[in-house]
C-alpha cells in the first residue's frame, strides 16, 4: 500500500469517526484555525501544505458557504454559527475568484429575478444545467483531477443522475469522462489565487442606481472599516421619498462585497463587486429577490465620472431637467450637435441641466471630463410599449406556512421605432419606464376553465404582482392550490391612442429547497 493510499485511508477513518461521534462544540476561533484542525480532520495535507480537495478548488463566498454547510449537515462537522462565517470568509479570501473571471454570470450571486441561465453550448446545458444553473458550474475553478472527483461525486451522491431525462437516452458516463470532464478542466482551470484585497474602503460615496416599478435613486453609502468588516450607512433619494439603512458589510476574496442592512423591519442584502475603485451590483429585500434595484457607488474623492443620469430620455422640442449623478463634476455641459443645455444646478456631486433635443436619436452627453454611462435619448413620441420582463414566475406563500409569497416585477417600457419606423429593429430607441393600467387575465383555455385569474394573486399600479396564499383551496375546482397560468396586460394611456402590451406569468408553488446558488 503507497503512502499515498496511506494517508486517504486514514482520512477516511477520521471523517466516519467524527460522522458517528456526538455534535462536540468546534475548538477554533478563526477561520484559519477551523481549516488546519476540524477542515484537516479528514482533508489530508501534502508535504507541500496544500490541503486535499480544497486547495484544488477556487468559488465565490456563496459557493464555499454551500461546501461548508454540506459538512456540517453530511458529515457532522460541528461549527459554531461564528466559525462557520469565520472559515467561509477565510476560504474566500484565500481560494476565491476574481471579479473578472465572475462577469457574466453575476445575476446568480445578485439573485435578479430574471436572467437567461444557459451553457455555452447544448451538450453542457443539457449536462449540467438540467439540474442547477450553469452559472454554478461557471462561477468555480478546478484542477483536472478535481472536475473528475465532482463529476463522480454527482454519480455517487445522486445515482438516478442517468435514468433521468437527457440521460437515460444516452451514454451519459461515457460523455462525462469523455468530453464534459475535459471541456471542464479547459474552460475552467484552477489558475492562479488572487490576492484578497488589501485596501480600506472607509469614506463616503456617491450612490446611483434604479429600482423596477418604483424608478432612479440617488443617495450616498458611508463606510468605516470595523473589526467585524466595515459599519455601513446607506441613504437612497427616489422620487417618492427617502430611505436610510444601516448594518455592516465586509470584501471577500479580491472584491467581493457582501452587507446586510436594515430601516425599520426591512432589511437588505447587497451584493456588489469591487472594480477600477468602483463598487456595482444589486440590493435587494432580503427574502424578496424581486424587490431591488441595481446599485452603483463611487468614492466621492474619485476622479470625475457620471455614474447616474435621470431621466435617460427626453421629448424633443421640450426643455427638460436632467439630473446627472456623479464624482468630480465640475466645468461645463459637453453637448453634441443637437443638443442645448444649462446649468440649472451644480455641486461635486450632483448636476442639473436643463436639456433641450430637438432631433431624434441617442447622444452622447458629458459633463466637464466625466462621460455618461449611457446616452441621452431624445424621442418625437412613443410609438410603442413593451412588458420586462415578458415572461415571468411567482410563487405563493405565506398563509400560515414557513415559506414567504414570492412576487414579480413588470414595467411597461416605452419605445420609439427610430428613423426606419419599424418596431423591433436595431434603430429603435429605449425611452423607459412609463405609468400603466396593468390587468391580469387567464391565458389560455384550460387556466379558464378553473379561473386561474380569480384565485392566483392580483396586481397593482406599479406593476408588481402578488400571489396567493399557499395550501389547498376549497373554493378551487378539486379543492386545489392557488397556481396559475395567466396573462399580464399594461396599457399607456399617455398618447393620442392608448398602447398595450402582453407578458406571460406562471404563479407557481414555493421552492422547498432554495441553495445559495440555485
Given at each position: 500500500m503507497t503512502s499515498r493510499h496511506r494517508l486517504n485511508l486514514s482520512a477516511s477513518a477520521a471523517c466516519l469517526m467524527l460522522s458517528v461521534?456526538?455534535?462536540?462544540?468546534?475548538?477554533?476561533?478563526?477561520?484559519?484555525?477551523?481549516?488546519?484542525?476540524?477542515?484537516?480532520?479528514?482533508?489530508?495535507?501534502?508535504?507541500?501544505?496544500?490541503?486535499?480537495?480544497?486547495?484544488?478548488?477556487?468559488?465565490?463566498?456563496?459557493?464555499?458557504?454551500?461546501?461548508?454547510?454540506?459538512?456540517?449537515?453530511?458529515?457532522?462537522?460541528?461549527?459554531?454559527?461564528?466559525?462557520?462565517?469565520?472559515?467561509?470568509r477565510y476560504l474566500a479570501d484565500t481560494r476565491g475568484l476574481t471579479v473578472a473571471e465572475t462577469e457574466g454570470r453575476r445575476y446568480i450571486l445578485e439573485k435578479q429575478p430574471i436572467a437567461?441561465?444557459?451553457?455555452?453550448?447544448?451538450?453542457?446545458?443539457?449536462t449540467c444545467g438540467r439540474c442547477h444553473s450553469y452559472a454554478r458550474v461557471a462561477l468555480q475553478r478546478r484542477t483536472p483531477e478535481d472536475w473528475a472527483h465532482l463529476v463522480n461525486f454527482h454519480l455517487g451522491q445522486f445515482p438516478t443522475l442517468e435514468y433521468q431525462a437527457l440521460a437515460r437516452d444516452r451514454d451519459w458516463w461515457g460523455i462525462a469522462q469523455e468530453q464534459i470532464i475535459p471541456f471542464l478542466a479547459e474552460t475552467y482551470p484552477l489558475g492562479d489565487m488572487p490576492e484578497a484585497f488589501?485596501?480600506?474602503?472607509?469614506?463616503?460615496?456617491?450612490?446611483?442606481?434604479?429600482?423596477?416599478?418604483?424608478?432612479?435613486?440617488?443617495?450616498?453609502?458611508?463606510?468605516?472599516?470595523?473589526?467585524?468588516?466595515?459599519?455601513?450607512?446607506?441613504?437612497?433619494?427616489?422620487?417618492?421619498?427617502?430611505e436610510t439603512y444601516t448594518g455592516t458589510g465586509l470584501v471577500y476574496g479580491a472584491g467581493e462585497w457582501r452587507a446586510t442592512l436594515s430601516a425599520g423591519d426591512v432589511t437588505i442584502r447587497q451584493v456588489m463587486a469591487l472594480a477600477d475603485g468602483e463598487l456595482s451590483g444589486r440590493w435587494f429585500v432580503a427574502g424578496e429577490d424581486a424587490t431591488g434595484g441595481d446599485i452603483v457607488a463611487r468614492a466621492e474623492d474619485a476622479a470625475p465620472a457620471i455614474i447616474g443620469m435621470?431621466?435617460?430620455?427626453?421629448?424633443?422640442?421640450?426643455?427638460t431637467e436632467v439630473t446627472l449623478t456623479g464624482t468630480g463634476l465640475s466645468g461645463e455641459a459637453v453637448l453634441p450637435e443637437g443638443l442645448s443645455a444649462e446649468i440649472v444646478s451644480e455641486s461635486p456631486g450632483e448636476v442639473v441641466l436643463k436639456v433641450t433635443g430637438e432631433t431624434e436619436g441617442a447622444y452622447a452627453l458629458s459633463f466637464g471630463n466625466a462621460a455618461a454611462p449611457s446616452d441621452l435619448v431624445v424621442y418625437d413620441g412613443i410609438d410603442r410599449i413593451s412588458i420586462v420582463p415578458e415572461v415571468a414566475m411567482a410563487r405563493i406563500g405565506g398563509n400560515g406556512g414557513p415559506i414567504p409569497k414570492v412576487p414579480a416585477q413588470f414595467e411597461a417600457w416605452a419605445w420609439s421605432n427610430g428613423p426606419d419606423g419599424e418596431p423591433a429593429t436595431d434603430d429603435d430607441l429605449a425611452i423607459?419606464?412609463?405609468?400603466?393600467?396593468?390587468?391580469?387575465?387567464?391565458?389560455d383555455?384550460?387556466?379558464?376553465e378553473v379561473e386561474d385569474a380569480k384565485y392566483a394573486g392580483s396586481i397593482d399600479q406599479s406593476g408588481r404582482f402578488t400571489?396567493?396564499?399557499?395550501?389547498?383551496?376549497?373554493?378551487?375546482?378539486?379543492?386545489?392550490?392557488?397556481?396559475?397560468?395567466?396573462?399580464?396586460?399594461?396599457?399607456?394611456?399617455?398618447?393620442?391612442?392608448?398602447?398595450?402590451?402582453?407578458?406571460?406569468?406562471?404563479?407557481?408553488?414555493?421552492?422547498?429547497?432554495?441553495?445559495?446558488?440555485?
Open positions: 461521534l456526538p455534535a462536540l462544540p468546534a475548538l477554533a476561533q478563526s477561520g484559519e484555525e477551523v481549516l488546519t484542525t476540524i477542515c484537516a480532520a479528514c482533508h489530508a495535507t501534502s508535504d507541500d501544505g496544500a490541503v486535499e480537495r480544497i486547495d484544488a478548488v477556487r468559488k465565490t463566498p456563496e459557493a464555499w458557504d454551500m461546501t461548508v454547510v454540506r459538512m456540517m449537515r453530511n458529515h457532522g462537522v460541528a461549527l459554531s454559527p461564528e466559525e462557520r462565517v469565520a472559515v467561509v437567461e441561465d444557459s451553457g455555452p453550448d447544448q451538450l453542457m446545458s443539457e488589501p485596501g480600506d474602503l472607509s469614506g463616503r460615496y456617491v450612490v446611483a442606481g434604479r429600482q423596477p416599478g418604483r424608478g432612479a435613486y440617488s443617495g450616498s453609502m458611508e463606510l468605516a472599516a470595523s473589526d467585524a468588516g466595515y459599519d455601513a450607512t446607506l441613504e437612497l433619494n427616489f422620487a417618492d421619498g427617502s435621470n431621466p435617460a430620455a427626453i421629448a424633443a422640442g421640450s426643455a423607459g419606464a412609463v405609468e400603466a393600467v396593468w390587468t391580469t387575465d387567464n391565458w383555455e384550460a387556466a379558464a400571489p396567493a396564499g399557499a395550501g389547498p383551496n376549497p373554493e378551487r375546482v378539486m379543492g386545489t392550490n392557488n397556481v396559475g397560468n395567466l396573462r399580464i396586460t399594461a396599457t399607456y394611456e399617455g398618447g393620442a391612442e392608448p398602447l398595450s402590451a402582453e407578458a406571460h406569468l406562471f404563479s407557481t408553488v414555493q421552492r422547498f429547497v432554495d441553495a445559495r446558488i440555485r
